[in-house]
């Protein structure tokens, strides 16, 4: 149980285009879910908690207007990285749990790359 | 500033050695500290410690936690070419938030 998807797994685009990532969870409902960033040999930072019907809290230092949070349905919570550059490339990860107090699951991950 | 230091950063060892993973922390309002093994993709779910002294074992792999002294260690034994990973600590506070350690690399050679 507890299974986190995410798609894509892998974009290339040019700059200046926006991309979508899904973070869904697969065999439980979320109200919460987490989106974290991880640039080459460093480890995981969270960037901002995605909250079921009501805005996203960010992290300090990270964009708002440019990393647009969605979190429409219990199941469903979506990244969009707006007119994206090339320091934007890097591997994006969400995670939810199913109870409080259980560990988070993570999702298989979105390496995005800009060009 | 709540921060997590894993220690050592990387680690290189042969198969069958045994190795310690270690994870300090200062994190106001903690709740639980989870280890997690990353391999290519997104991280899999180790442990969670939430109470001193109890070791959590799973196969090869144990974890205990000291939350006088905040930190905690995970033991590998009998280490395999398919630990080859990075082992990543966190820890929860009562925010729901996970602060991730730097990460600690294992690579064992046949």
């Known amino acids: 149980g507890a299974v986190v998807s995410q798609h894509p797994s892998w974009v290339i685009c040019k700059s200046g285009t926006s991309v979508k990532i899904e973070c869904r969870s697969l065999?439980?409902?979320?109200?919460?879910m987490f989106w974290y960033r991880q640039f080459p040999k460093q480890s995981l930072m969270l960037m901002a908690t995605s909250n079921e019907g009501s805005k996203a809290t960010y992290e300090q230092g990270v964009e708002k207007d440019k990393f647009l949070i969605n979190h429409a349905s219990l199941t469903l919570s979506t990244l969009t990285v707006t007119s994206a550059h090339p320091e934007d490339s890097s591997f994006y990860i969400c995670s939810a749990t199913p109870q409080p107090y259980q560990p988070q699951h993570f999702g298989d991950g979105t390496r995005l790359s800009i060009l | 500033e709540d921060k997590v230091v894993q220690s050592p950063l990387s680690l290189v060892v042969h198969e069958g050695d045994t190795v310690t993973l270690n994870c300090s922390y200062e994190v106001t309002n903690f709740r639980s500290l989870l280890w997690y093994k990353q391999e290519k993709k997104a991280p899999t779910f180790l442990f969670m410690l939430t109470s001193s002294g109890i070791e959590k074992k799973s196969g090869r792999l144990s974890s205990i936690l000291d939350k006088k002294e905040l930190f905690s260690i995970l033991n590998i034994t009998a280490t395999q070419t398919g630990d080859s990973a990075i082992y990543l600590c966190a820890v929860e506070a009562n925010t729901d938030k996970l602060i991730f350690g730097t990460g600690t690399r294992l690579q064992v050679f046949p």
């Open positions: 065999d439980f409902q979320a109200t919460t």
